[in-house]
């Protein structure tokens, strides 16, 4: 009976027009950004019969919520409790602490994860169908369908259900601020411009990991590196939120992924690979951190600091099986297949002897590490909450 041994490299990780102005427009909530945060907020704001704007600047919905690989972070939820994969929100709390990332942010990510089996249940009202216990913080979609794609067809669907107007290839130019208040945006549509004038202006932007200028000023120490953001996260929030004197914290916080392909020029995310049982090896073959740290960004310090910056991940045919993800994946030739380990080491060029004998140590035990841990439905839900409750 043969198995099929699977590894994949990672790495670690503008036209003027003339313009003209259309008819102002008045609502009592416009969204700036159309992924997760702002659909999330659309949605229960218009099932509460509130009238509502989505301005998207791309051709297309989601942004970088169309790119989440695996998983919806969440703790003590009831299908994570009935697989003994149970986790208390303070001991997840004292975990994230350990990590010295986001403490400022400790008291918020606390509340979330008190909100997650309703923010489960919420989703999965609409079809996600997160199921799958992954670990004691994670949950997945119950076939092993991508994150995003899943999430971003559940709730653009329910927004064409209620009706909410979305407008495509917007771009917002600035706020309209008066006493200190924003009122409005500016929208560029081609060579059109309009203004928005509303109650209440939400900016769910997304980050700046397009934007390299951002990088070196927020998080400079990681300038030049491949990112598996969309194309559209270039900061826009950020840099209105920076010309009206607007207090930004964490800025710097920008987190590594440790699990990064990069072929032709397309960076993508191979999480899943990880997630679902893979370990990463060096150029020597060697294991080198705990595969799946919940502080990703010092795995991937650890991966910067491995020969040429470079590791693999390597997985079986059961993990593939197990994942639509990375079965794409497979199709798209981002993995190297044999069947046995010594195969696939000769083909991806690292000693055989030292890969048979790390993977047959980890098989067995032996080889472990201390470990030392999309948040936009959980953004959107308070987002509405604040607003309703006016």
Request: charged letters at 20%.
């Amino acid at each position: 009976m043969h198995k099929t041994i699977i590894a994949a490299v990672l790495t670690s990780v503008l036209i003027p027009g003339y313009a003209v102005a259309l008819e102002d427009i008045h609502t009592g909530t416009v969204i700036v950004g159309s992924g997760v945060s702002g659909l999330t907020t659309a949605i229960l704001l218009k099932e509460h019969k509130q009238n509502v704007l989505v301005l998207e600047k791309m051709p297309f919905m989601g942004g970088t919520t169309n790119l989440a690989a695996q998983y919806f972070v969440s703790v003590g939820t009831k299908d994570q409790v009935a697989n003994g994969k149970e986790l208390s929100v303070p001991d997840y709390i004292q975990r994230t602490a350990k990590t010295g990332r986001n403490s400022e942010m400790l008291p918020r990510t606390a509340q979330r994860m008190f909100d997650s089996q309703k923010s489960i249940d919420w989703l999965n009202s609409l079809g996600a169908g997160l199921t799958r216990p992954v670990s004691d913080y994670q949950m997945g979609i119950s076939d092993g369908s991508s994150l995003g794609v899943r999430l971003m067809k559940i709730l653009s669907a329910r927004a064409k259900e209620l009706s909410i107007p979305v407008k495509m290839n917007s771009k917002v130019l600035d706020l309209i601020i008066r006493d200190g208040r924003a009122v409005g945006i500016v929208v560029e549509n081609g060579k059109e411009k309009y203004k928005v004038f509303a109650d209440n202006v939400v900016l769910a932007t997304g980050n700046f990991n397009q934007n390299q200028k951002l990088i070196s000023k927020y998080a400079p120490q990681w300038r030049g590196l491949p990112t598996t953001t969309a194309v559209s996260s270039t900061g826009d929030g950020l840099i209105l939120a920076e010309k009206y004197g607007v207090n930004i914290k964490n800025a710097g916080e920008v987190g590594l992924n440790p699990s990064i392909h990069s072929q032709g020029g397309k960076n993508v995310s191979m999480s899943a690979a990880r997630l679902e049982g893979g370990i990463m090896v060096n150029l020597k073959g060697d294991r080198f951190c705990n595969d799946y740290w919940p502080d990703y960004t010092k795995m991937a310090q650890a991966m910067l600091e491995q020969p040429e910056g470079k590791s693999f991940v390597i997985i079986d045919g059961k993990s593939m099986k197990a994942s639509k993800r990375l079965q794409s994946f497979l199709k798209s030739g981002y993995f190297v297949e044999a069947q046995t380990i010594p195969e696939l080491a000769q083909k991806i060029g690292i000693p055989p002897e030292n890969l048979e004998k790390t993977i047959k140590r980890y098989a067995v035990g032996e080889l472990t590490y201390d470990s030392g841990t999309p948040h936009g439905v959980w953004s959107g839900r308070r987002a509405a909450e604040h607003i309703l409750s006016k």
